[in-house]
């Protein structure tokens, strides 16, 4: 049974707390926040000794920490816990820049730990179909494809979290936090013949409002190494909806990727659709993997076999992400 802590008891630590809670490969042992009562609240709910100081966890002999922090907060603790041997579990995104980002996998290269990175949504219903399918060659080559993610964030989202909204702490608005799930599926179901090569990109901040400053509104036009391009756009100023769809045209269908499922039209019009499992109410954009994640995660460890999301597959989505940032319609060459 391996030993885990968590770090950062706040909004999406529950997921984890849960997943945590029922795992047949470890037992939670550690719960760390700054703010002592969030601590506490989480031991009471999910186990776990409650801790203000992750630096605490160094000779307690745990196996793997869970890093649930602010982004800007990841670099420097995630590296300070490989160097003290722990195996990382880290919440998107690895770092807000690909420098920080590669710094981290080096770290995890040169101390031989697991990290890894929670793109929870690589492993919904759909995106596991979707691969089998697309690396398959049933329906043949790429030609197109749409990103399209409209949610909406504003208000006590914001203010509940001193971090969120500010490029100092979260590094960006809707597409480091909200669009990069689906950004990386664009990725990582494409990885199969050469992923994300490069892209142009605008974004901004559209709303008026003293909320935040990041942007909250993107387009890209992304290119991948297959000679496809993928058309992106990314909000958080839609009230209606959480959408979170990747289409791809392929020569003889065209796929479409949703949290609720897997849809296949066939060029006879022949329609395909494979129920997935989907929450409602708040927060149910999160989706249902983050337990599907986690156990991969711990399997990994016990097994030795690579992790579905390990951090050498994680530093495209951040340099997605910053490429869109700093393009204003110049090509950028992804880095990975
Ligand atoms: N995978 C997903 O679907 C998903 C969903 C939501 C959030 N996230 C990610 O999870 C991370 C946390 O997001 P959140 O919404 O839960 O944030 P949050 O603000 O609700 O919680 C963060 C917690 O970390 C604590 N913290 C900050 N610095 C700390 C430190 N040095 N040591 C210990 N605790 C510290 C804060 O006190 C707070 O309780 C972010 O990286 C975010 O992008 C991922």
């Not at 801790?51 to 670099?75: C, E, F, K």
């Not at 990103?147 to 490029?167: A, F």
């Not at 597409?175 to 490069?198: A, E, F, P, R």
Request: include cysteine; hydrophobic fraction near 35%.
């Amino acid at each position: 049974m391996f030993r885990s802590a968590v770090i950062g008891c706040g909004a999406v630590s529950k997921n984890h707390g849960k997943a945590l809670k029922d795992n047949r490969y470890t037992r939670l042992e550690y719960c760390v926040d700054i703010i002592p009562e969030r601590a506490q609240a989480f031991s009471e709910t999910y186990g776990g000794k409650p801790l203000t100081d992750y630096r605490d966890l160094y000779g307690t002999g745990i196996d793997a920490v869970h890093v649930i922090t602010p982004h800007n907060t990841h670099p420097q603790i995630v590296m300070d816990l490989l160097d003290h041997g722990f195996n990382v579990f880290c919440e998107k995104p690895l770092a807000i820049t690909p420098n920080e980002a590669k710094q981290m996998i080096r770290k995890s290269e040169e101390t031989g730990k697991l990290l890894g990175v929670c793109f929870q949504n690589r492993l919904n219903k759909a995106t596991v179909e979707a691969k089998e399918i697309l690396e398959s060659g049933k329906y043949g080559k790429i030609l197109s494809g749409m990103c399209l993610v409209t949610w909406n964030r504003e208000g006590k989202y914001y203010s509940e979290s001193p971090w969120r909204g500010k490029y100092s702490g979260e590094g960006g608005g809707c597409i480091i936090n909200q669009s990069i799930h689906t950004l990386d599926l664009v990725d990582y179901l494409t990885s199969y013949c050469g992923g994300v090569k490069s892209l142009s990109g605008f974004d901004a901040k559209l709303r008026e409002t003293d909320d935040y400053e990041v942007e909250d509104t993107a387009m890209a036009l992304i290119r991948l190494e297959c000679g496809a391009n993928i058309v992106a756009f990314c909000t958080n100023c839609y009230l209606g909806s959480k959408v979170c769809d990747l289409e791809l045209r392929l020569e003889h269908a065209v796929m479409t990727v949703r949290q609720s499922g897997l849809t296949i039209v066939e060029e006879d019009g022949n329609t395909i659709f494979h129920a997935a499992k989907v929450l409602t109410g708040e927060k149910s954009e999160w989706g249902v993997s983050h337990g599907l994640l986690i156990d991969e995660f711990y399997k990994s460890l016990q097994d030795g076999t690579p992790f579905v999301a390990d951090c050498h597959t994680g530093l495209a989505a951040v340099s997605i992400v910053n490429a869109i940032q700093h393009s204003k319609g110049r090509v950028i060459r992804i880095e990975r």
